[in-house]
C-alpha cells in the first residue's frame, strides 16, 4: 500500500482538485446581476463617463487618424465639423451656417457662423477652413501628413471671401462636397496645428480643436482623458442640447479583452464598453444594461463580382448567388434582431437608398433553376459541375469585421445546399490587403465593408472611369451602368439625382454585381443604465456633448 | 585572480555588445521579409479610399520604397549614434514611446519577480518541514503553476478581486492594488523554475553530513533552513533568476493586455501586429541589453559569491548550471 503512494507521481490527486477548484471559481466569478435600473429623466449637470475601447489606434496626426474607428471618438468630441449629419443622412448646418452652390455643382459658398474659436482662442474663421480644406484635399507629403483619402479628388481650389464666407471651386460637379463635410475625415482643426511638423501633431497634447472638450491628459496606447470647455456654444441645432456640455469629463481607456471591458460595465466601474459581441446582447438587455447598434451610412455587407472571372461571368451564375443566401437566417444565428437585412447596396438610412429586396430576396428553388439552365448539373455528392469543373468559390473573410468569418461560414453552408463548393480563406489585416484586392482575378467575390457620407461615392467604385476602383471589372463595358454612374456623378442637384441613384442600384442588383448580405453595424455599445441622452450621428459614433448621468 | 577576471569580464561585455547588434540586426530583416509594410498596409484599408498613386507616394515619404540593404544600413548608423528613429505608425520619437512605458513594466517585474520569490521560498520551506501530505502538496506546485496560463490567472483574479470583491479598479490599471494581482498573474508561473530548483537543492542539502549534524546537535527547522540550508541552496537560484527575465518579459505581453497596462509588453503585442520596425528594433534590443546585462552581472557576481567557482579559459564554465529538475519528482 504504501509502496503504490510512493510510485505514483508525488500529488497528482492534489493537483487536480486545485485545478479543479480554479475551473469552478472561473465559472462561479463570472459577474452578473441586474443593473439598477431607474435614474433621473431631467438633464443634469456634471459627471464623468469612462469608455472602455479596443484600441486607440496608432497616430494622433489629424488627418492620418481622423477616420479611424476608435480615434474618430475622440476627434467628436475634440472638434467640430462644417456640416453636422444625422443618423439618417440628413445633413443640417453646424459651423457652416448656410451655404449655396452654382447650377452645375462646381462651385459652393459657405457661410460662417462668427464668434467661434478654437481651445487656443484663434478664431475658427474662413481662413482657418480654407487652411484645413486644404490639407484634407492634398495633405504635406513633405511632412508625412496623409490628404483625408475620401475627400473629393475633384476639388480645384478654396479662398476667403471675407472673415465669414468660403468659396469652394471644383474641376468638375461635385453634388456630395456639402455632406462629405459631415464626414468623420472633416475635422476642423486649429490652422496652428495643421503648421506643425508630423512629430508635434502626432502629439495629442497640440492638436486644437473647436468642440465641446479638450484634452486634459493622454498616453499614447493607454488611454485619453477629456474635460468640457467651459466657453463652447456653437453646438450643431440638429442636437437637443446647446451651449456647454454637461458632463465634466470622458475617459477613453484602453481594456483589449472584450470580457473585461463588458464584466467592468456589468460590476459598475465604466459606464460604457466598445464593441460586445453581438450574441451578448440580449442577455446584457435582459440585466437591464442598455445597447446601441446604430448604422453607418454607407454600403452594406456584402460581395463586389469579379464579372471577368469564371463562371461569375455568366449572369445566371451571379444571380443564382444572390437567390441562395438566406439573409434571416445570417441575422438570427451570427446577429440579433437589432441587424437589418440588406434592402439595396446602399444601408437603407443612405439617403436616395430605395428597397430592391425582391431582386435577390431568398429562392433556394429560383437559384437551382437558375444554375440548372447555366448547365451546371449535381453530382453525387450534392456539388454541381460543368465540363468536368466544380463550381467553386471563395470567400475571404473581410478582417474588418470582426462577424465576418462566421457569416462567411453560413454562407458557405447556404450556398453548398444550391451546389457551390465554398472555400473560405481568413488572414490577418497585413496578409488581406497584400493578397485580397477588389477586381483581382483570383478574387471572385470582395466582401465590402465601408462607409460614405455621400450615395454620389458609388459613381467612383462601380467602372474604371476616373481611375475607378472598377469593382466589378467591367470597366466601361456595361453601357447602362457608366451612363447611370456618369449621370450620378454629374448630377446638380439631389433631386435630379435621385431617379437615378433609385435606377443605379436595380440595374446592379439585377444583373448581380453585388450580392448583399445584411446592413452593416461596425459600432456596438453595451452602456450603464445610469447614462442617458447618448446621441449617434451619421457615422455611428456615439457624442456624448449631449449626455448625463443620472 | 583578478587579471583572470579582468580578462574575462571585458570578454563577457565585448559578447554582450555583438549579441545587440545582432538583435537589432535580426528584429530588421525578420520583419522587412514579412509581407507589405505598416504604412501600406494602413493606407490599403478600404476604409480609407487612397489611389494606388497616393499610397505609393506616401510609403516613398516613410523611405520604405528603398532596398532593404539601404533602409539596414540608414537604420543601423542612427542606431550607433543613439539615434532610434520615428515610429512608422505614431509618429512619435521611438524614444518617448519606449520611455513613456518602460517604467510600468519595471515595475510590474520586480514586483512579479517578488511574488515569484516569496512564493518559491515559502513552498521550498513547506516542502521540506510541513506534515508529509502537506509537503507532497506543495511538491506539485511548480507543476501546477507552470500549466497555469498566465491569461487565466489574470481573468480569475480581475473576476474575484476586481469585479466580485470590488478591491481594485480595472480602469486604474496602474494603481496599487491592480499592480500586485498582475505581479501575481505574471510571477506564478515565472514561480515554478525557482521552486523546482529550490526544493531540489534543498533536498540535496538537506542530505547532507553537516545538515544531520546540525540535526543531531537539536538545532531547530527554522534556523537549519535559515543559517545554513538556505545560502548553497539559493547560489543555483542566481542563475534562474537570470533565466526569468526573459519569461518576465513574455508574460508581460498577455499580463498587460489582461489587465490593461500600457508597458513595454503591451507596445511589443501593438508594434508586432503593425510592423512597427523602428519601435520594435528599439524593444528587441532593450530586451536583448536587459538579459545580457543581466545575465553578465549574474556571471560576474557568481565567482564573487561562491569561492569553490574558478574562472576557466571558457565563459561558460563559470556558473554551475542549477541542479537537474528529474531531481525534483525523487525526494
Avoid at chain 2, 165 to 194: K, Y
Wanted: with cysteine; charged share 15%.
Amino acid at each position: 500500500m504504501q509502496t503504490s503512494r510512493r510510485v505514483r507521481p508525488p500529488g497528482r490527486t492534489s493537483r487536480m482538485i486545485v485545478g479543479l477548484a480554479a475551473v469552478i471559481g472561473l465559472a462561479a466569478c463570472a459577474p452578473g446581476g441586474a443593473a439598477s435600473s431607474g435614474g433621473s429623466a431631467e438633464p443634469k449637470q456634471g459627471g464623468a463617463v469612462t469608455f472602455l475601447i479596443d484600441s486607440l489606434g496608432d497616430t494622433w496626426i489629424p488627418n492620418n487618424s481622423a477616420i479611424s474607428s476608435f480615434q474618430g471618438h475622440i476627434w467628436g468630441h475634440l472638434t467640430d465639423k462644417l456640416v453636422y449629419v444625422d443618423e439618417k443622412g440628413a445633413v443640417s448646418p453646424w459651423i457652416a451656417q448656410s451655404w449655396e452652390q452654382n447650377t452645375d455643382a462646381t462651385q459652393f459658398t459657405l457661410k460662417l457662423r462668427s464668434g467661434v474659436t478654437f481651445s487656443d482662442g484663434t478664431p475658427l474663421d474662413a481662413a482657418a477652413v480654407v487652411a484645413n480644406l486644404d490639407i484634407w484635399s492634398k495633405g504635406d507629403p513633405t511632412r508625412g501628413i496623409n490628404p483625408i483619402g475620401l475627400f473629393p479628388k475633384t476639388y480645384k481650389a478654396s479662398e476667403a471671401v471675407d472673415a465669414t464666407t468660403v468659396k469652394v471651386t471644383f474641376n468638375a460637379p461635385t453634388l456630395g462636397f456639402i455632406p462629405t463635410l459631415g464626414y468623420h475625415g472633416s475635422i476642423l482643426i486649429s490652422p496652428k496645428t495643421i503648421a506643425l511638423p508630423a512629430a508635434q501633431q502626432a502629439d495629442l497634447s497640440n492638436d486644437l480643436g473647436s468642440g465641446p472638450f479638450v484634452v486634459a491628459s493622454w498616453k499614447q496606447g493607454d488611454s485619453v482623458v477629456l474635460k468640457k470647455r467651459a466657453d463652447y456654444d456653437w453646438a450643431p441645432k440638429a442636437l437637443s442640447h446647446q451651449g456647454p456640455a454637461r458632463l465634466d469629463t470622458i475617459t477613453y481607456k484602453l481594456v483589449a479583452q472584450p470580457s473585461v471591458r463588458t464584466a467592468a460595465v456589468q460590476s459598475g466601474q465604466a459606464d460604457v464598453a466598445y464593441n460586445p459581441s453581438p450574441q451578448e446582447l440580449a442577455s446584457f438587455k435582459a440585466q437591464g444594461f442598455t445597447t446601441a447598434t446604430p448604422r453607418y451610412l454607407g454600403f452594406v455587407n456584402g460581395f463586389a463580382v469579379n464579372t471577368k472571372v469564371a463562371p461569375f461571368d455568366d449572369l445566371r451564375v451571379r444571380r443564382a448567388l444572390q437567390h441562395g443566401i438566406d439573409r434571416k437566417e445570417i441575422i438570427s444565428t451570427v446577429y440579433t434582431e437589432d441587424w437589418l437585412p440588406a434592402q439595396s447596396f446602399f444601408q437603407s438610412n443612405v439617403p436616395g437608398s430605395t428597397d430592391h429586396s425582391a431582386d435577390f430576396a431568398f429562392d433556394a428553388a429560383k437559384a437551382n433553376g437558375l444554375l440548372d439552365e447555366a448547365g451546371w448539373a449535381r453530382g453525387a455528392d450534392g456539388l454541381r459541375a460543368k465540363d468536368g469543373k466544380p463550381l467553386e468559390l471563395t470567400l475571404y473573410a473581410n478582417p474588418y469585421l470582426a462577424t465576418a468569418k462566421s457569416v462567411d461560414e453560413l454562407v458557405a453552408q447556404q450556398l453548398k445546399k444550391i451546389g457551390f463548393k465554398v472555400a473560405i480563406q481568413a488572414f490577418d489585416v497585413v496578409t488581406y490587403g497584400e493578397r485580397v484586392k477588389v477586381n483581382s482575378p483570383s478574387v471572385a467575390a470582395y466582401e465590402v465593408t465601408r462607409s460614405f457620407i455621400d450615395a454620389g461615392t458609388v459613381a467612383g467604385v462601380l467602372t474604371d472611369a476616373n481611375k475607378g476602383e472598377n469593382w466589378f471589372g467591367l470597366g466601361q463595358s456595361d453601357p447602362k451602368l457608366v451612363e447611370l454612374a456618369t449621370g450620378v456623378a454629374r448630377a446638380a442637384t439631389v433631386e435630379s439625382r435621385a431617379p437615378l441613384l433609385d435606377q443605379l442600384q436595380g440595374h446592379v442588383l439585377q444583373q448581380g454585381y453585388f450580392v448583399p448580405l445584411t446592413q452593416i453595424v461596425q459600432r456596438i455599445y453595451l452602456q450603464s443604465p445610469k447614462v442617458h441622452g447618448v446621441t449617434y450621428n451619421g457615422l455611428a459614433y456615439a457624442n456624448y456633448y449631449t449626455a448625463w448621468i443620472g | 585572480m583578478n587579471r583572470d577576471y579582468a580578462k574575462y569580464a571585458l570578454r563577457r561585455v565585448l559578447q554582450a555588445v555583438v549579441v545587440i547588434l545582432l538583435a537589432y540586426m535580426f528584429t530588421f530583416v525578420v520583419i522587412s521579409v514579412l509581407p507589405g509594410d505598416p504604412v501600406t498596409n494602413t493606407l490599403r484599408n478600404p476604409q480609407n479610399g487612397f489611389t494606388e498613386e497616393e499610397i505609393t507616394r506616401i510609403v516613398a515619404y516613410y523611405g520604405l520604397d528603398r532596398p532593404v540593404y539601404v533602409q539596414l544600413w540608414s537604420s543601423l548608423s542612427r542606431f550607433v549614434v543613439g539615434d532610434l528613429g520615428v515610429s512608422l505608425r505614431s509618429g512619435l520619437p521611438v524614444t518617448r514611446q519606449v520611455g513613456e512605458v518602460l517604467g510600468s513594466t519595471v515595475v510590474l517585474a520586480l514586483s512579479a519577480l517578488g511574488v515569484a520569490l516569496v512564493l518559491a521560498f515559502g513552498t521550498a520551506f513547506g516542502a521540506q518541514y510541513l506534515p508529509r501530505r502537506v509537503g507532497r502538496l506543495l511538491r506539485a506546485f511548480p507543476s501546477l503553476f507552470l500549466s497555469m496560463p498566465n491569461f487565466v490567472i489574470g481573468l480569475v483574479l480581475i473576476n474575484v478581486f476586481a469585479f466580485q470583491l470590488g478591491l481594485f479598479q480595472v480602469i486604474d490599471s496602474e494603481g496599487g492594488l491592480a499592480t500586485f494581482f498582475a505581479a501575481v498573474a505574471l510571477g506564478i508561473p515565472v514561480s515554478a523554475r525557482v521552486t523546482e530548483v529550490l526544493i531540489a537543492n534543498l533536498d540535496h542539502e538537506a542530505g547532507e553530513e553537516y545538515a544531520s549534524v546540525a540535526r543531531s546537535r537539536g538545532l531547530g527547522r527554522t534556523r537549519l533552513f535559515l543559517r545554513h540550508l538556505l545560502k548553497p541552496s539559493s547560489l543555483p537560484v542566481v542563475t534562474v533568476i537570470a533565466l526569468t527575465v526573459g519569461e518576465l518579459l513574455g508574460g508581460a505581453v498577455i499580463t498587460e493586455q489582461i489587465f490593461g497596462r500600457t508597458g513595454i509588453g503591451s507596445l511589443v503585442e501593438r508594434s508586432v501586429t503593425t510592423q512597427d520596425l523602428p519601435v520594435l528594433q528599439a524593444i528587441v534590443t532593450l530586451a536583448a541589453i536587459v538579459f545580457v546585462v543581466v545575465n553578465l552581472v549574474a556571471d560576474l557576481v557568481y565567482p564573487l559569491l561562491d569561492p569553490r567557482v574558478r574562472l576557466g579559459g571558457t565563459t561558460s564554465a563559470a556558473r554551475p548550471e542549477p541542479r537537474d529538475l528529474a531531481e525534483v519528482v525523487a525526494p
